[in-house]
Each structure stands twice: as structure tokens, then as C-alpha cells.
């Protein structure tokens, strides 16, 4: 199949969308995958190869039409005409993937994918078949390693890098900012402040969260910088205090007023995301670091976000949960020219889903609010908090799919 | 009489164990309502033709229940097991290829998970997989296992373009006497009734299916159940939180569900062999029930409690006489007992099948046991219950002790043959 990028695609349209689009004939598909077949049926350039998934007795195949063909584009067809226990497809090379299809099961119509290959030996898993791994042979000469997969993934983590550099960066700014706004005493100037400040933090907290003061016990809280500046009053170390964003929070939203205290706190804060700015610069990334990372800014939502716990005070919790979307699409957005070429239908599915929560979280925007969202109150909790959990979660199950296509791709 | 559970928890006893015949159960259970031994329950019958077998497998845990190839769904005829998580959901998508897609994915894990198989793996192979099955079932077994899947009216209203194949006679229930329905806890455009012989197992099927409708459904509302609280052909009568004998006059023969169950497919092809699920969250007045006198429970019912024997009779299995009175001239089986404004007798000779479960869910926010019945019936029209529950709702005693509180109507298709999924001529 070709992709086509522009198309708005649920899980398997292609499941749907192809039938009658592709092969004719697939009932004489399943012929014994030894070597020396004859060459597959080719048209136009493409050699075609016939996947056909079957169950029988309780023990179930994945059969090819043929076990070799040359190099050039390679159009597989995967027909699941009865086996319940394999849902998808990989074709692998030295265990990374180069295709493959997934939502597979008896009753639906065949799909196909195409990929150009380069001579050498390949590998077809089958997950839940009985050979679940058959080779299969390219002749003919090597891939040139020119734009290959690998190569875009690399580019994108470069990519990502400056993002995250760009998002520490506005961090130090917004955060010396909240600390004049705090040293004018003017509480609603620094509500004003804390909310433009949050943003930055939540969009690149999976990157940045690990950093320790140089010299210092990785169990002891005192030299942990995550601790310092974003500790919630429910995770409190008695032995190191309270210190950083959220303690700054609760005088600003709480007790409403700015006190000696209040000032030393906002320098700290100030202080540590300097420290930190130091730390974190020129970080580089693997690929699945990228996938990791959008996956635990999720998590984050779903942990703390969607409950109200992160925001307690001020409770622009919403503002929060939009930074960690926002962190999220750019880590997948950096992957996407990589990933297309791993698995377009994966990736027009993780797009869908960041989209479909964009649009819920467009319907919760208010430029009056602190951090331009509406105040997350318990009302709205209670009204709305299923309909964006869900959303998350639709958004979740695809995009953990993402580490191990990008850690394995060639 | 003996149950399989009494002797699976006797340690002592694992020779009687082992002489459980899984193919006694399936061939008299599952696979064709036959005659005589059912497992399941499972009655002294069962056990006793269950000795022949001295080959079969050791016990319930390892029975599977088929899948493919059946004339109907699992769940239904099927004796019912010990527990059961039912969900229903609410479709996010309106696209009727992704809900093809459910209903494909959802067919082959279905026949996986009743194998007793893994939906794919616990454990995959490369450190940056992510599992795709939960694994909390993984050592279980099968434990009888029928997931049953139904679809709502909603999958026939204007969003999928399948309104077509609507049959004339199912949509939303209307509202009947006595309802109190909370809007959380009704409708849904699918069901899934998971029943099993270990409730993990059965909370496994639902929790892995849900996670794969994930960004294409979402769960409505969901009871756990427990307690089979309606006997099967073969089993002995359950009870229910009331402490009463339930489904004592069930449908058990292949004639009464030929002609009260299964749909014809005269108006849609498609639901021949198929019926009709009708689920209904009935909440107890736990505590009010516990302190009335045993003289109103049994009036309340119109049947003895210990014996379950209609208060016209002396045995369980007595049928009801509904015109006898007593000597001051009063009906002695009350015409709004329950037993009463049920019966065939009463009904036009209307029967359906009931299939229902006990549940709890702890307290309540008012300091009150939260438990009840969770009533699940099956029948070929769904004006069947329409109109014994109109009925009920109107008049029945129970009314003072109970509250309908969640409801749902399902279409639920035949099986599908190998190769093909549930409701697969829909999309053709």
C-alpha cells in the first residue's frame, strides 16, 4: 500500500479501504516457503508477496507465496483468512522492522503494504503462529544506506534536541520573571507569572526530570532537581522541605499573599532552573528516547492532571495537561518522517488521536484564566474528567507501540 | 445435592476430582443442551456420568467452551458459570470500519481468551515491546469462559449507514413503571457479557477487550456478578442477596428456547439463531428486606424460602396454583406476589431466559448495603420483557424492596463460523 499522508485514518481503514484495491486472487497463496521458488508475480516493477495467516487444529501458520524475490519494491498482501490467535505482521531485517500491519483478523478484508527492498536476508514474524518466524530472501544488490529510516529517526532526535533546549531556555526567563513578579509583592502579577511559567516544565519534564546536583546522593532529595522545583505537598520529603513551583503555588493561590518566605522560595526556584538550564544543555537522544518520553508525559496526565493533584491551589491543571499534550506531539512529530516509513497506519493513528485531544482541549480555552485555560474546579471535574481521561487513553495504547518500531527500525 | 465447588475446595477429595470429565461437559453443556449429564454447576448427575470418563482432563478450570462454528453465541444456553463481568460501551467513533474492526478483533481474542489462550503476549521478546496481553489470567485456564456480544440500537442509528439492517422489532426500551434509572448506568451501543468459573478470568476478558476498543469505544457502565442467580438445565436452584430460590420455572428445553429464545431471522437474516439481551442493575433494600417477617418475604414472593416450593404447594417444583384459596376465601399464593405476576400462566404463555447474577458494590453513600441483582434475560422480541415487567412494575409486591436502576437492549447475532466475526453480515 502507499501512503498517503494527507488521509485522516482510524486504526484499520486500510482493512476496510483496500478490499477489491489489490490482489484478485488470494486462495493460491499458502505454497511451501522453501527455497528456489520461481520468481512472484510482478507488475510494473513490483514483486508481490501473498501473506496468508491460518488455523488449524489449534495451531496456527503464517504462510508466503514465495520465499524469495528480487530487490526493489515488494508489495505484501496479508490475507487473515482464519486465525484468531495472530493479530499482526512484521517483516524484519537483523530484528529491525522494516513493514508491517497490525488490527489483523479472520473476517476482514486483505491488507497490503509496500516497501522497496534491498538484497539480503529478511525475516517474516508472525506473533501467536506456530513458525512464528520464516526467512525471507532478497536477491540482488544491497539497500543504499542514503535516507534511510534510521537516518530521519537520527535527524529527528537533533530536531527535538533544539526543542528542548528552546522549552529550558523560555523556562529560565519565565521563571526569573515569576521571581520579579513575587519581589514586587503584586500577588495577581505573580498568579499572572506562575501560570506563564508552568508551561515550560510540563512540556519537556520527561527529559529533565532526572537531573541531580554534580556531588550528590541520587536517594537523597536534597540534590534532586525535580524534587527542588516541581514537588507536590503530597510527596513531601520531611527531611528536605517544601521547595520549588508548587510551594510558591500555595502562597500565591492559597494564602494570597507574598511574604519573606514567599521571596526566598521564587529565588530558589530561580536558582535551581539556572542550575538545571546548566545541567540538561546539548542533552542528546536515541529515538525511543523521544517515544519514552511522549508516553511518560501521558502518564503524567493521566496521574496527576486529570485529577486535579498537580494544580492544587491554583488549579490550572488544564494549563498543565495541554503542555504535557503539547511535549508529547513534538517528541512524535520529530518521529513522524521516521516512523511513516516504518508504520504509516500507526502513525496517522497516533496523529488522529493527538488531534482528537487538541480539539477537547480547545473547548476548555480562556484567555481571561490564569495559563489561557479554564480553572480545572471540582465541578468540572466531576463533569469532565472521564471524557478526557478516555481521550488520553485512546491517544496512550497506539503511542506506546512507538519505542519498539523506532528502537528496532534499520 | 453436591456441587463441582464443594469438592473443588476439599483438598481431600482430588480423586473426584480428577474423574470430572471435561467432555461430559462440553457434550452436554455447551455443546448442544443434549440430553441428561450438564456439567457447569453442576448437579450429582453430572458427576456421576462424569466417573465413566476416567481419561478426561482434572477440572473445570481446564473446560473451554467453542467459539466458532456454534449455531449461537456462548452464554446463553450455556449453564451458567459462577460469575460474570458484563460492560457495556459506548461507541467514539463514527466510523463504521473502525467498528468493523472491533467487532473482527473482538470475535478472534473472544475464541482466543475461551481457548484459554493469551491475546498475543505477556511478554514480549524485545525490552521496548509493551505487553499486549495483561497477564493476569495467564495460569487460569479457560474456567468455562463465554464472552457474548451485543449490539445496542445506537449501531443502527444514523452514524455507521447501518439502520438498514435494524430489525423491526428491537430499539431502546421505553420507560416502564417503577423505573429509576440512572442515566450512568443505561444504554450503550455494545455489551459484553464475560461469564466464567473464576471471576479473574472473567474480569481478565473484559479488562484485555476494553483496552482493545480503546480510542474506538469506551466502557458505560459495568457490573461484576457472582452467584449465578438462575439455574441452567441440570443445575440446582441459586439463590439470590434475598436469600430466595431464583429461576426455578427457567426455560430449559430446547423447544421453550426454540420458541421464546433464539430469532428466526425472519425480518433481518442476519440475527437467525441470534436473540435478544436484556440487562437490567436492580437494587435491594438490603436492610428493609433483612427486617421483614418471613410471613411477608414469602408473600412478597409468593413461594416458601428454604424449599422455594410455590405457597400453593410443598416442593420447589411444584407448579403454582393460582386460583386456590384459603378458607377465609383469600388467594393463597397473593396475585401481586411475584411468583404471581410472572408466571406463563399469567403472561399469555410469554417465557424468556433468565441468566442473572448477584452483585455488590460495598456501601453506599446513604450507610446501606450497595447490592443486588443483576438481571440478564434472553428472548427472540424484546416487547417480551416489555411487557412482563410493565406488568411488574405496575404491581409486584417486590417493587417495595427493589429499584431498577440500570438497563440495557443488545441484538446479540449468532456465532460466527471460522474464518468470519460476530455481525459480520452487516458490513458485507
Not at chain 2, 503476549?121 to 524485545?126: A, D, G, I, K, L
Request: glycine letters at 10%; one cysteine or more.
Amino acid at each position: 500500500m502507499t501512503h498517503h499522508p494527507s488521509r485522516r485514518a482510524r486504526t484499520t481503514l486500510g482493512a476496510v479501504g483496500l478490499a477489491g484495491v489489490l490482489v484478485a486472487s488470494l486462495a493460491a497463496c499458502s505454497s511451501d516457503s522453501s527455497s528456489g521458488d520461481p520468481a512472484p508475480a510482478a507488475s510494473g516493477g513490483v514483486s508481490k508477496v501473498d501473506v496468508t495467516l491460518t488455523s488449524a487444529s489449534g495451531s496456527d501458520a503464517c504462510d508466503l507465496s514465495t520465499a524469495s524475490v528480487p530487490a526493489g519494491p515488494v508489495t505484501f498482501t496479508v490475507t487473515n483468512k482464519d486465525s484468531a490467535a495472530i493479530s499482526e505482521f512484521e517483516l524484519l531485517s537483523d530484528d529491525r522492522i522494516v513493514g508491517e500491519k497490525e488490527n489483523l483478523a479472520p473476517g476482514l478484508a486483505p491488507v497490503s503494504f509496500t516497501v522497496t527492498l534491498g538484497g539480503g536476508q529478511y525475516q517474516v514474524y508472525c506473533p501467536g503462529a506456530q513458525n512464528d518466524t520464516v526467512a525471507f530472501t532478497v536477491t540482488g544488490k544491497a539497500a543504499t544506506p542514503t535516507g534511510s529510516t534510521q537516518a530521519l529517526l537520527q535527524d529527528g532526535t537533533q530536531g527535538y534536541g533544539d526543542y528542548v533546549d528552546g522549552q529550558v531556555a523560555g523556562m529560565v526567563t519565565a521563571v526569573g520573571a515569576l521571581k520579579t513578579a513575587v519581589d514586587s509583592g503584586d500577588v495577581a502579577a505573580a498568579q499572572q507569572a506562575y501560570g506563564q511559567a508552568r508551561p515550560f516544565y510540563e512540556k519537556v519534564e520527561s527529559d529533565v526530570e532526572g537531573f541531580t546536583l554534580p556531588g550528590t546522593d541520587p536517594t537523597d532529595n536534597s540534590g534532586n532537581l525535580d524534587y527542588l522545583i516541581d514537588m507536590r505537598a503530597s510527596n513531601l520529603d520531611p527531611a528536605v522541605g517544601w521547595h520549588g513551583f508548587h510551594a510558591v503555588e500555595r502562597d500565591l493561590f492559597q494564602k494570597k499573599a507574598i511574604t519573606t518566605g514567599t521571596k526566598k522560595l521564587a529565588a530558589e526556584l530561580d536558582t535551581n532552573v539556572g542550575k538545571l538550564a546548566e545541567l540538561s544543555k546539548g542533552l542528546t537522544y536515541k529515538p525511543e528516547d523521544l517515544a519514552n518520553g511522549a508516553a511518560g508525559l501521558l502518564e503524567e496526565v493521566q496521574a496527576n492532571k486529570i485529577k486535579g493533584e498537580e494544580e492544587l491551589y491554583s488549579h490550572i491543571d488544564l494549563v498543565d495537561f495541554a503542555s504535557n499534550v503539547e511535549g508529547a506531539e513534538q517528541a512524535f512529530a520529530y518521529l513522524k518522517p521516521g516512523l511513516e516509513k516504518i508504520d504509516p497506519d500507526l502513525t496517522d493513528t497516533v496523529s488522529t488521536r493527538f488531534d482528537d485531544v487538541k480539539t477537547l482541549l480547545a473547548g476548555y480555552e480562556d484567555p481571561d484564566a490564569v495559563g489561557g485555560y479554564t480553572t480545572y474546579t471540582a465541578a468540572l471535574k466531576a463533569s469532565d474528567s472521564a471524557k478526557l481521561s478516555q481521550a488520553v487513553q485512546a491517544l496512550q495504547e497506539p503511542l506506546s507501540k512507538i519505542a519498539e518500531k523506532v528502537a528496532t527500525a534499520q | 445435592m453436591t456441587t463441582l465447588r464443594d469438592r473443588r475446595d476439599d483438598p481431600a477429595d482430588p480423586d473426584e476430582r480428577r474423574r470430572l470429565s471435561r467432555r461430559s461437559f462440553l457434550g452436554g453443556g455447551v455443546a448442544g443442551l443434549a440430553a441428561g449429564a450438564l456439567a457447569g454447576g453442576l448437579g450429582g448427575a453430572a458427576i456421576a456420568h462424569a466417573r465413566a470418563d476416567e481419561d478426561a482432563p482434572a477440572d473445570v478450570s481446564e473446560t473451554a467452551v467453542p467459539f466458532y462454528d456454534q449455531t449461537h453465541q456462548g452464554g446463553i444456553a450455556t449453564p451458567p458459570q459462577r460469575y460474570v463481568v458484563f460492560a457495556s460501551y459506548d461507541l467514539t467513533t463514527t466510523d463504521a470500519g473502525d467498528l468493523q474492526v472491533l467487532l473482527a478483533r473482538w470475535s478472534a481474542s473472544i475464541a482466543q481468551l475461551q481457548a484459554g489462550r493469551n491475546l498475543g503476549t505477556v511478554e514480549p521478546s524485545r525490552p521496548s515491546g509493551v505487553p499486549t496481553d495483561t497477564g493476569e489470567a495467564a495460569d487460569l485456564g479457560p474456567n468455562a469462559l463465554t464472552v457474548t456480544l451485543g449490539l445496542g440500537p445506537g449501531v443502527f442509528d444514523d452514524r455507521f449507514g447501518l439502520a438498514r439492517h435494524r430489525p423491526a422489532r428491537f430499539d431502546h426500551l421505553p420507560e416502564l413503571p417503577s423505573d429509576r434509572l440512572d442515566p450512568k448506568l443505561t444504554g450503550g451501543d455494545l455489551s459484553l457479557q464475560a461469564c466464567a468459573e473464576d471471576p479473574q478470568v472473567a474480569y481478565h476478558a473484559i479488562r484485555d477487550l476494553s483496552r482493545l476498543a480503546r480510542g474506538t469505544a469506551v466502557v458505560r457502565w459495568t457490573v461484576m456478578g457472582f452467584g449465578r442467580a438462575s439455574a441452567g438445565k441440570g443445575q440446582t436452584t441459586p439463590r439470590n442477596l434475598m436469600g430466595f430460590k431464583d429461576g426455578t420455572r427457567n426455560i430449559k428445553t430446547d423447544a421453550d428456547l426454540d420458541q421464546f429464545v433464539w430469532h428466526d431471522g425472519t425480518d433481518q437474516a442476519w440475527m437467525q439463531g441470534g436473540t435478544y439481551q436484556v440487562a437490567r442493575k436492580i437494587q435491594m433494600n438490603i436492610e428493609n428486606w433483612d427486617a421483614d417477617q418471613i410471613g411477608d418475604q414469602h408473600a412478597v414472593f409468593g413461594r416458601t424460602k428454604q424449599e422455594g416450593a410455590p405457597l400453593s404447594g410443598t416442593q420447589e417444583f411444584d407448579t403454582p396454583d393460582f386460583a386456590r384459596k384459603d378458607a377465609s376465601g383469600e388467594l393463597v399464593i397473593p396475585a401481586t406476589s411475584h411468583v404471581a405476576l410472572a408466571a406463563h400462566e399469567n403472561n399469555g404463555g410469554l417465557k424468556i431466559l433468565r441468566r442473572s447474577y448477584n452483585f455488590t458494590d460495598g456501601m453506599d453513600e446513604y450507610g446501606q448495603i450497595n447490592a443486588g441483582l443483576l438481571f440478564i434475560a434472553y428472548m427472540n422480541d424484546p416487547a417480551a420483557f416489555v411487557t412482563m415487567q410493565t406488568k411488574l412494575g405496575r404491581s409486584d409486591r417486590l417493587n417495595e424492596y427493589i429499584s431498577h436502576v440500570g438497563s440495557g437492549v443488545f441484538a446479540v447475532p449468532p456465532a460466527p463460523a471460522t474464518g468470519h466475526y460476530v455481525a459480520e453480515p452487516l458490513f458485507g
